[in-house]
């Protein structure tokens, strides 16, 4: 079972969202050929710890990567096409593409880094790539039972516009999305 969460973007003070840690080095990648260039710079490629971010790349999809101790620590994704949404995220609930609105999700923060802002700090730097590229709002779903990723969400006062229920079986799948009159998160 998910929450469906939207929000708008719109401008935020980034000190407000500085991951707890000193040293750590964050970047945007958009292609596989950008992703091989920082694989060359830091020594570390993130595509081997998360095989799907090749495919992502290719379709569309964006990283939004945090680097610390020489591995990656944290992962988030955007996807402006229903392609690219699919490559991290495949619950389908609705994400009006087509008007302007995005998609973030595939967000993973390594075990030893949690606890230090990075999700947040992801969060805040994909939704001041979208606001800066004209998109208004995105949309995305939690797991319900994922208190961590709730908490970072209501940091941004994101709307819960709906709850919905993903069932994969065999190759079998039901998304059943439910809207509720839209609520501050």
Request: with cysteine; proline share 3%.
């Amino acid at each position: 079972e998910y929450i469906v969460y939207e929000h708008t973007m719109k401008e935020r003070d980034e000190a407000d969202f500085l991951p707890r840690m000193e040293d750590f080095t964050f970047a945007i990648v958009h292609t596989n050929e950008e992703a091989d260039e920082l694989a060359a710079t830091l020594g570390v490629d993130f595509r081997r710890r998360f095989v799907k971010a090749r495919r992502g790349l290719d379709k569309g999809a964006v990283a939004f990567c945090v680097f610390a101790g020489g591995e990656i620590a944290h992962i988030g994704w955007v996807g402006m096409s229903e392609e690219a949404k699919r490559t991290f995220d495949d619950v389908p609930y609705k994400v009006d593409f087509a008007n302007g609105q995005a998609t973030t999700g595939g967000t993973v923060t390594v075990p030893e880094y949690r606890g230090k802002g990075l999700m947040a700090y992801g969060y805040f730097k994909r939704f001041q790539y979208l606001g800066e590229r004209g998109i208004r709002s995105s949309r995305n779903v939690v797991v319900k039972d994922n208190i961590a990723s709730h908490k970072v969400h209501t940091k941004f006062s994101p709307r819960v516009c709906g709850e919905g229920r993903y069932i994969k079986l065999l190759g079998w799948k039901y998304w059943k999305e439910v809207p509720v009159e839209c609520r501050e998160g």
